[in-house]
C-alpha cells in the first residue's frame, strides 16, 4: 500500500494559506455515540468565496481503490453565525456544495464506521474507521474529515473529545491534552490522512532505535496479542532495518497501531502505511502463532517509508482524493518494499537462507498461477484501479520477484559495489519526499545513474512483456532453479476462509483472489459456510472433509455451497452453484544452493544474503 505527502509551495496557495490562518477547526466526540455514529463539527474559516465544495475523499494514497468515504457522512448542516441552515446541495456521494457560503460559519454532521458497513463495497480495515463504543476507535483521518475543495493546503486543528480512560495513540508530535480533550494541529489535509489516530483503554510500548523513538499501541480485546510480546520482535526487526540501511532509521518517530480483530468481520485485513507510522487490521490470534506474520506485515510497512513514501512520482505527491493519476511504478512501491522486507529478514540472520529461498518460490509459484506473467509492469500500475484490478495482487508477488532479480542484477554488474538498496537511496538523495520524479522518465533516470544493461532489465521484465528469466537470475548467486510445473486440482475457487471464534465455522473473509470457478460460485465477504455438496460442515478436521468431497466430484458437474449470508440485518441461506471446473496449479519451483560455485557466485551470493 501506498502514500505520499502534498506540499504545494505555488505563490497563490501561500496567499490563501496567510490569508485564511488558522484554517479548519474540528471537533469529534467519543463520549456521545449515538447510533453508532459520532458527531463531528467544524469551525470553518473565513474563506471569502461565495460557493464552496465541501469533499470527503473517493481514495486515498496506498489503497488503489475507490471507497467514497463520503458515504460515511449522514445529516450534513451548514449554518451561518446565527445557528440558521444554509442551502446545500449534494451532488455526488462524496461532494456537498454551500450556497452563500460567506455566510458560512458552522458545518456538522454525524459519521457511521466502515467496520459495520453493510452496504456497497467493504473498506479494508486498516483504511476504515471504526467506532465501537466504550471499546475502540479508529480515527483515519479521511473517513471523519473534509476539506474545500482547493482549500486542502490550510492547516487544520482538530479536537478529540476522549473517554477519561482511553489514550489517542498516533505519530502527532506535541499533542497538546486539556482535560479529556487532545488537540492535534496538521500542517494541511494529507497530512491528516497521513496521520491516523487509534483510542482505546491502553497497551503501549516504546522502542528506542539511535534516535527513532517507536510506538507500538495495541487493542486485542481478548488480550491474546500485547505490546510487551510486539516491543521485543519489533525492536529486533526495526534494528536489523536499520542496518540494512545503513546504521540509522529514516524517521524520528514511528507508531505501529494494531487492531486484532474478535469475531470475523466482513472487511478485509492487512495494513496500510504512513510517513511516521503504519495501521494494522488483523485476526485476534495467539500472539506466538501469529509472530512471523507480525514481523513480515510490519517490516513491509516500515519499508514504506523508502518507498513511495518519500520517493514517488508527481502523480503520487499532487494526489487527487477525488480524481487520482496512477503512477506506472508499483514495482518500486510494492514489489521493492515487499522484496527489502524479507531480505533484510535474511540479511541480518533473523532467517535461513533456505527460509529465503522457499518465500521466493512461493512467489513465483503464486504470481504464476494468479496472474499473468505476460503483462507488463507498468501497464498493471497505471490500470491498476480499473482494468487491471484483478492483477493488483501480483504486485506483492512479481513485484517483489522483479526487485530481486533487479538486485542481482546490480550486484552483478557492479561486481557487488552497488545494489538495490543503493539506488534507491541515490534517487532518494536526487529527488526525495519534497521532489517528485517524471513518471516516464524514472527509468531513464536509473540507467543514469547505473548502466544500459540496467535499462535493457527494465525495457524486456518491466515495460516489456518478457517473464523473468528465473534460471538466469538466480544462477548469478549459484543457486539452481527448476521451473514449476503445472497440475490440475479441484478446490473451492480460491476463496480465502477464516475461523470464526465464536461459532467454529469457515467464514469468507476476502474474495479478490477467487479463479473462474470462485467467481462463477459468486461468494461474498462474510458468507458462513453451511454445506458443501450437501454434507454439513464439520466442527474440526477441514481437511479431511473437503478431500472427501473432491473426491467424488467430476467436471461439469453441477458443485453447490450453502452459505449463511447476512444482508441488512438479516441472515439467510443461500444456495451457491456453478458447473465444476479444475484449476490449473503451478506446483513450487525447486530452488536449491549449489554446493559446486565458483568465485563470482560466491560474492554475489554474500553481498545479497550476507552469508554463503
Ligand atoms: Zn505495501
Redesign the pocket.
Known amino acids: ?2 502514500q505520499r505527502i502534498m506540499f504545494f509551495f505555488s505563490f497563490i496557495m501561500f496567499a490563501v494559506a496567510l490569508q485564511a490562518d488558522p484554517g479548519y477547526r474540528y471537533e469529534v466526540d467519543l463520549n456521545h455515540v449515538l447510533n453508532d455514529r459520532v458527531k463531528v463539527t467544524l469551525a470553518v474559516p473565513d474563506l471569502n468565496r461565495n460557493t464552496l465544495k465541501f469533499q470527503l475523499p473517493k481514495i486515498i494514497p ?1 489503497t488503489y481503490t475507490e471507497y467514497n468515504f463520503g458515504r460515511l457522512v449522514h445529516g450534513f448542516t451548514a449554518e451561518d453565525e446565527n445557528g440558521q441552515s444554509l442551502f446545500v446541495t449534494h451532488p455526488d456521494v462524496n461532494t456537498w456544495i454551500i450556497k452563500q457560503a460567506k455566510k458560512l460559519k458552522t458545518i456538522t454532521y454525524w459519521v457511521d464506521d466502515t467496520y459495520d458497513l453493510t452496504e456497497g463495497k467493504a473498506v479494508a480495515g486498516m483504511s476504515g474507521t471504526n467506532i465501537e463504543e466504550g471499546r475502540h476507535f479508529l480515527l483515519n483521518g479521511h473517513g471523519f474529515f473534509g476539506y474545500f475543495d482547493k482549500f486542502y493546503d490550510l492547516p487544520i486543528q482538530i479536537d478529540v473529545v476522549r473517554p477519561n480512560d482511553f489514550y489517542g495513540s498516533s505519530a502527532y508530535p506535541d499533542v497538546e491534552v486539556i482535560g479529556n480533550r487532545d488537540r492535534y494541529h496538521a500542517p494541511n489535509y494529507a497530512y491528516v490522512v497521513d496521520m491516523p489516530m487509534m483510542y482505546c483503554r491502553p497497551d503501549t510500548a516504546t522502542v528506542r532505535i539511535g534516535k527513532t523513538v517507536v510506538l507500538i499501541s495495541v487493542y486485542s480485546p481478548n488480550g491474546l496479542v500485547e505490546s510487551s510480546f510486539l516491543q521485543q520482535a519489533y525492536s529486533r526487526l526495526l534494528k536489523s532495518q536499520a542496518a540494512y540501511l545503513g546504521g540509522q532509521l529514516p524517521v524520528d518517530r514511528y507508531a505501529f497501531l494494531m487492531y486484532f480483530m474478535a469475531e470475523q468481520l466482513p472487511i478485509g485485513t492487512g495494513a496500510l ?1 504512513h510517513n511516521y507510522s503504519s495501521v494494522y487490521c488483523l485476526p485476534e490470534m495467539d500472539q506466538s502463532v501469529l509472530a512471523p506474520f507480525l514481523v513480515n506485515i510490519a517490516a ?2 516500515f519499508f ?1 517509508i523508502l518507498t513511495p513514501l518519500q520517493l514517488h512520482s508527481e502523480e503520487i505527491h499532487h494526489f487527487d482524493f477525488n480524481d487520482p493519476n496512477m503512477s506506472r511504478h508499483l514495482w518500486l ?2 514489489g521493492v ?2 522484496y527489502f522486507a524479507h531480505n533484510n529478514q535474511v540479511y541480518s540472520g533473523m532467517i535461513s537462507k533456505e527460509e529465503f529461498l522457499k518465500r521466493m518460490g512461493d512467489k513465483i509459484q503464486d504470481s504464476k498461477t494468479r496472474y499473468s506473467d505476460n503483462l507488463p509492469f507498468t501497464k498493471l500500475s497505471e490500470g491498476c484501479l480499473g482494468r487491471y484490478a484483478n492483477e493488483y495482487g501480483n504486485v506483492y508477488q512479481k513485484g517483489a520477484l522483479i526487485a530481486m532479480c533487479l538486485d542481482l542484477e546490480l550486484i552483478n554488474w557492479s561486481g557487488g559495489e552497488y545494489r538495490l538498496v543503493n539506488l534507491v537511496s541515490d534517487l532518494t538523495k536526487r529527488f526525495g519526499p519534497h521532489k517528485p520524479f517524471q513518471d516516464k522518465s524514472l527509468i531513464q533516470e536509473i540507467v543514469a545513474l547505473t548502466d544500459k544493461k540496467i535499462g535493457d532489465f527494465f525495457t524486456w521484465y518491466v515495460t516489456g512483456d518478457r517473464p523473468l528469466d528465473y534460471a538466469y537470475f538466480f544462477n548469478l548467486a549459484g543457486v539452481a532453479y527448476s521451473p514449476p510445473s503445472d497440475t490440475f486440482v479441484y478446490g473451492l475457487g480460491d476463496v480465502q476462509l477464516g475461523i470464526d471464534q465464536e461459532t467454529g465455522h469457515l467464514v469468507v473473509n476476502g474474495i479478490y483472489q477467487l479463479n473462474e470457478f470462485g467467481r462463477a460460485l459468486g461468494y461474498k465477504d462474510g458468507d458462513e459456510l453451511i454445506s458443501v455438496q450437501g454434507q454439513p460442515m464439520p466442527a474440526t478436521a477441514f481437511g479431511p472433509y473437503f478431500k472427501g468431497i473432491f473426491a467424488q466430484i467430476k467436471e461439469g458437474e453441477r458443485f453447490e455451497v450453502t452459505v449463511l449470508r447476512k444482508e441488512g440485518g438479516l441472515a439467510r441461506e443461500v444456495q451457491l452453484a456453478a458447473p465444476i471446473k479444475r484449476i490449473r496449479r503451478v506446483l513450487t519451483p525447486e530452488l536449491t544452493y549449489r554446493n559446486q560455485t565458483v568465485d563470482r557466485q560466491d560474492m554475489i551470493r554474500k553481498v545479497w544474503l550476507n552469508q554463503v
Request: aromatic residues 10%; hydrophobic residues 20%.
Open positions: 500500500m501506498l496506498g502505511e513491509h510497512e514504506h512501491y510494492e518494499t515487499e
